[in-house]
C-alpha cells in the first residue's frame, strides 16, 4: 500500500493537430522536471524526496545517464538514487504501489506528449495493488536502434491481448479509469464513461490517477499491449495541473549543418548552475553572477562564492528573432536577455512556448527547464523564457516578485 | 614619444576573393602600398610589421606574411582583437614607432572570410567568440549580437528601422566611386525595409556581405618622414576600450563602453573633441551600429543620431561625412583587414586623393567594435602634426 501525496501533471504546449507533441527543446527529461515541480510545489516545502524513479519508453540517453540533468532540473540533491526504467503505464502503477514514503515517481511520454509525477508520502488516499499480469503480446517493437516496427492486428491486440488479461485479473469492480488506451477501448472496459487522458504511455497512468478528481474512487487500470496493472485508489489525491491552452505547432525551416560541438569540461563546469538555476554569490560581498566566476562582479573579490538559487520569474530587458537559416538549427527562434525579479541579475536564453518573433521588450515570464541544444549528441539542458501569457501566471507571479 | 606619420597605403579590393588565398591577398596589398609610397620604399628600410587577422587561414599568420612579402628578416608580430583588430594593429605600431624603437613599420591587415561556405562562418566565428557553455549553445550568432543592442535601442530611442535604412542607403550611395568596394549599387530605403529579415531588427540590407580582403600602412617616425613623402598624414590619436565579454553583464545595452572609452583615449592623445573631426570612418556592421556609434564617439547628443541621419549631416557633403568609402555595409568587412583599410581611406581623404572626396578634411576618425560588443579601437589621423 502506498499514499498519494501530491499528483503533478504537464502538457506541453504544442499540437500536431490531433495529439500533443513536445517542442524541439523539450523530451521526457524537461518534461519530468515540469510535471515532479509540479507535484513538489502541490506538495509544499516539508515534501521528502528520497528516491526518484523515472518510467519511460523515450529516454534521450541509453547511456550516459537522464539521472543527473533530472535531479538538477527538479531541485533535488545529487544524493538522491534515481531508477531509470523502461517501462509503460502497466510500469508505472507497479512502481507507486511498491514505493515507499518519500519516493517520487515520475513519468513522460512523447507521443503523445505528456508528463506526470507521483509523491509516495504519509498522506493521501491509499494506493493498493489489486493484480498484475504480464503477458507478449508485441504488436508494436522498438529495439535498441530506435527503429518501430508494427504488427497491423489491432484486434489481436485487443481481443487476444488486453481482453485475456484483464479477465485474468479477475476484479470484482471494473475500472473507474483506464491508462494505455484510446477512448473507445477505455469505455469498453468501464460500466461510466471515464475520463479522457492525455497520453497513452508511462505518463498516462498518472493522468489517471489525477484523473480521480473526475471519476471518483475506485480501480485504476493501466494497459499496455497485454501487460495490464489494477490498483485501487480510495480516495481522490491531491493534483495540480499545467495544461496550457494547444498551440499548432510553428512553422520552422530545418537547416542542414553538421551538429554543433560539446565541450563536456564546459559542460561539467557549467552543470551545477546551469542546470540547478543557480548564481554563484560572491563570500566577501554576496553580488550574484550567472554564470558564477573567479572574480566578483563587484567588489573584485577572488575568496570564493557559493551556489544560491535564482529567481525564476523577470522582464525582458531585450531580445532578437533569428530568421537568416543557422546550419543544424531550425529557424527561426528568439533570444531574449531578461531581467530576473528581486535580484541585479541578468540572463540570456531562448524564448519557449510561444511562435517566434511575438515575445517584445518588457514582457513577463518564467525561466524553465529546457533542452537548449543538442551538441554531439548530448543534450544540453539549461533554462529557457516562458512567456507569462502561455500559463496564465502572469498575476501571481507579480505577486510573487512583490512579496 | 615622438611622432609618428602615414606615409604610404593601399589595399586590395574587397570582394568575394574565390580565386585569391590570404597568401596572395596580403602581398597584393603590401606592394600596392608601397607602389603609393611618394618617394618610394625600399622594403629593406621596414624594421618590424604588425599583422592583424582575427581568424587563421592557411597557418600561421606572423609567417604568412613574412613568407609573402619576403620579409623574412624582421620581426612580426600577429594582432588579434576581435572586429577591433585593424586599429589595434594601427596602434601597436604606432607606440612602436613613437618609442624610438623601430623607424619604419609595416601595418597589415587581412582577412578569409569567404573560405569557408556562408553558413557555416556563423558558427565557425560563434565558436571563437562565445562563452562555449553558456551563449555558444542558443544560437547567438553574430548578427544576433549586435540586434540585441540596436533593438533595446531602438525601444529606449526616438529612431525607427527607417533611420537604420537611412544608413545603409547612405553607405551604399558613398560606395559607388569607390572601386575597391564590394557592394557599388544604390539602394532605396523601401528595398531596405522590404528585405527579408536576417535577425530582427535587421533586414539583409542593414548588414555588411561577408568579404575577403588585405589593407596595408607604412608608419615611420618623424626624423625619416622627408626620405618617403612631402605630404604625411600623422597619427594623431589611438584608443582601444574593452567591456564584459557577455551580454548579461553589460549594463546598458543602448551604447557601446568600449567606443566611449576608445574615443575618449584617442581624443586626449590628439588634444581634440568629436567637434574637431571633419571625416570619419564608424564601424557600420549592421546600419544600426553606425547610429550608436555616432553617440558613442561624442558625434550626436544621446539618443539624437536619427536627427543627424534626417539632416544628411553625416552624407558626403554634410557637416560630418561618415563612411565616405561606403564602409563596412558597402565596402565590405573582412574583419582584420577593416581597421587598417578605413585608414588608407582617411590617409587618401587627407591627402585629397579619395574616390568619394569630402572638401577641406583635416582631421579624420576610424573607430572598430567588435568581440561581440566587448572591445573598440579607435584612430585619429591628421595633415597637421598637433
Not at chain 1, 469505455?187 to 497513452?200: I, M, V
Not at chain 2, 545595452?253 to 574637431?276: C, Q, W
Amino acid at each position: 500500500m502506498s499514499r498519494v501525496t501530491a499528483v503533478g501533471t504537464v502538457l506541453p504546449v504544442w499540437t500536431d493537430g490531433r495529439q500533443r507533441v513536445a517542442g524541439i527543446d523539450e523530451d521526457a527529461v524537461t518534461l519530468a522536471v515540469a510535471a515532479a515541480r509540479q507535484a513538489l510545489d502541490l506538495a509544499g516545502d516539508g515534501a521528502r524526496v528520497d528516491r526518484v524513479v523515472l518510467v519511460s519508453r523515450d529516454l534521450p540517453l541509453l547511456e550516459g545517464g537522464n539521472a543527473a540533468p533530472l535531479l538538477a532540473g527538479i531541485g533535488i540533491a545529487d544524493s538522491v538514487p534515481v531508477v531509470e526504467q523502461v517501462g509503460g503505464a502497466p510500469a508505472l502503477l507497479d512502481a507507486v504501489a511498491g514505493a515507499v514514503p518519500g519516493t517520487l515517481v515520475v513519468a513522460a511520454d512523447l507521443v503523445s506528449a505528456g508528463a506526470g509525477a507521483v509523491l509516495v508520502g504519509d498522506t493521501g488516499p491509499e494506493l493498493t495493488l489489486r493484480g498484475r499480469v504480464v503477458r507478449s503480446m508485441p504488436v508494436r517493437a522498438r529495439a535498441a536502434d530506435g527503429v518501430v516496427r508494427e504488427y497491423d492486428d489491432t484486434r489481436l491486440v485487443w481481443e487476444q491481448g488486453v481482453r485475456r488479461s484483464v479477465e485474468q485479473l479477475e476484479l470484482t469492480e471494473k475500472p473507474v479509469v483506464v491508462a494505455g488506451l484510446n477512448a473507445k477501448q477505455a469505455d469498453q472496459l468501464c460500466s461510466a464513461t471515464p475520463p479522457r487522458l492525455a497520453t497513452t504511455g508511462a505518463a498516462s497512468a498518472i493522468f489517471a490517477l489525477a484523473a480521480l478528481t473526475e471519476a471518483g474512487p475506485g480501480i485504476v487500470l493501466a494497459v499496455e499491449q497485454a501487460s495490464v496493472t489494477a490498483v485501487h485508489v480510495d480516495g481522490i489525491p491531491e493534483v495540480s495541473r499545467l495544461a496550457p491552452p494547444a498551440c499548432p505547432v510553428p512553422r520552422t525551416r530545418d537547416n542542414p549543418g553538421p551538429d554543433i560541438s560539446i565541450s563536456l569540461a564546459a559542460y561539467d563546469r557549467a552543470f551545477e548552475p546551469k542546470l540547478r538555476w543557480e548564481a554563484g554569490s560572491c563570500d566577501e560581498c554576496g553580488t550574484l553572477a550567472l554564470p558564477p566566476r573567479h572574480r566578483c562582479l563587484s567588489c573584485g573579490s577572488e575568496a570564493g562564492w557559493s551556489l544560491v538559487p535564482l529567481p525564476r520569474t523577470g522582464e525582458v530587458y531585450t531580445g532578437v528573432t533569428v530568421h537568416v537559416p543557422v546550419p543544424g538549427l531550425p529557424t527561426p527562434y528568439s533570444l531574449v536577455i531578461v531581467q530576473l525579479d528581486g535580484v541585479d541579475v541578468r540572463t540570456l536564453v531562448r524564448v519557449t512556448g510561444v511562435e517566434a518573433g511575438t515575445t517584445q521588450i518588457g514582457d513577463r515570464g518564467a525561466l524553465v527547464f529546457r533542452k537548449v541544444a543538442t551538441r554531439s549528441g548530448i543534450p544540453d539542458y539549461g533554462y529557457a523564457f516562458l512567456p507569462a501569457e502561455v500559463t496564465g501566471q502572469d498575476a501571481r507571479q507579480r505577486e510573487e516578485a512583490l512579496a | 614619444m615622438r611622432r609618428v606619420a602615414v606615409v604610404g597605403a593601399g589595399m586590395t579590393p574587397f570582394r568575394e576573393h574565390f580565386g585569391l588565398g590570404i597568401k596572395d591577398l596580403v602581398p597584393m596589398a603590401v606592394s600596392e602600398m608601397a607602389a603609393h609610397v611618394d618617394k618610394g620604399l625600399d622594403r629593406a628600410d621596414i624594421q618590424a610589421a604588425w599583422f592583424g587577422e582575427l581568424s587563421t587561414t592557411d597557418g600561421f599568420p606572423s609567417g604568412i606574411l613574412a613568407d609573402t612579402c619576403g620579409l623574412l628578416d624582421i620581426p612580426v608580430t600577429r594582432v588579434e582583437n576581435a572586429c577591433a583588430t585593424g586599429n589595434d594593429a594601427v596602434r601597436n605600431a604606432t607606440y612602436a614607432v613613437a618609442s624610438g624603437a623601430v623607424d619604419v613599420a609595416l601595418v597589415v591587415g587581412a582577412d578569409k572570410v569567404r573560405e569557408s561556405s556562408a553558413r557555416s562562418t556563423f558558427w565557425e566565428w560563434a565558436g571563437m567568440t562565445r562563452d562555449t557553455a553558456w551563449d555558444y549553445p542558443l544560437g547567438l550568432v553574430a548578427p544576433a549580437n549586435f540586434a540585441l543592442h540596436v533593438a533595446r535601442y531602438l525601444h529606449e530611442s526616438p529612431a525607427t528601422r527607417e533611420h537604420m535604412a537611412m544608413v545603409a542607403v547612405k553607405n551604399h550611395r558613398h560606395a559607388l566611386p569607390n572601386p575597391k568596394a564590394q557592394l557599388r549599387f544604390e539602394i532605396t530605403i523601401e528595398q531596405v525595409l522590404a528585405a527579408p529579415t536576417v535577425v530582427e531588427p535587421f533586414g539583409l540590407y542593414d548588414c555588411t556581405p561577408q568579404s575577403d580582403g588585405a589593407a596595408a600602412l607604412l608608419l615611420v617616425g618623424e626624423e625619416v618622414v622627408d626620405r618617403y613623402t612631402d605630404r604625411p598624414v600623422w597619427v594623431r590619436g589611438v584608443g582601444l576600450g574593452l567591456d564584459r565579454v557577455m551580454h548579461q553583464h553589460k549594463r546598458d545595452m543602448t551604447s557601446f563602453p568600449p567606443t566611449v572609452k576608445a574615443a575618449r583615449a584617442a581624443y586626449a592623445m590628439a588634444g581634440i573633441g568629436p567637434n574637431d573631426i571633419d571625416v570619419a570612418e564608424v564601424h557600420d556592421c549592421f546600419s544600426g551600429v553606425e547610429m550608436i556609434s555616432y553617440e558613442d564617439l561624442g558625434f550626436a547628443e544621446r539618443f539624437g543620431a536619427y536627427k543627424l541621419l534626417e539632416n544628411g549631416e553625416t552624407t558626403v557633403g554634410g557637416r560630418l561625412p561618415v563612411n565616405p568609402s561606403g564602409g563596412l555595409k558597402a565596402k565590405g568587412h573582412p574583419p582584420g583587414a577593416t581597421g587598417v583599410a578605413q585608414c588608407v581611406e582617411l590617409f587618401e581623404q587627407l591627402r585629397g586623393e579619395a574616390a568619394n572626396q569630402v572638401d577641406k578634411a583635416r582631421i579624420g576618425l576610424a573607430h572598430n567594435i567588435g568581440g561581440p560588443t566587448a572591445v573598440s579601437a579607435v584612430t585619429v589621423l591628421g595633415i597637421g602634426k598637433d
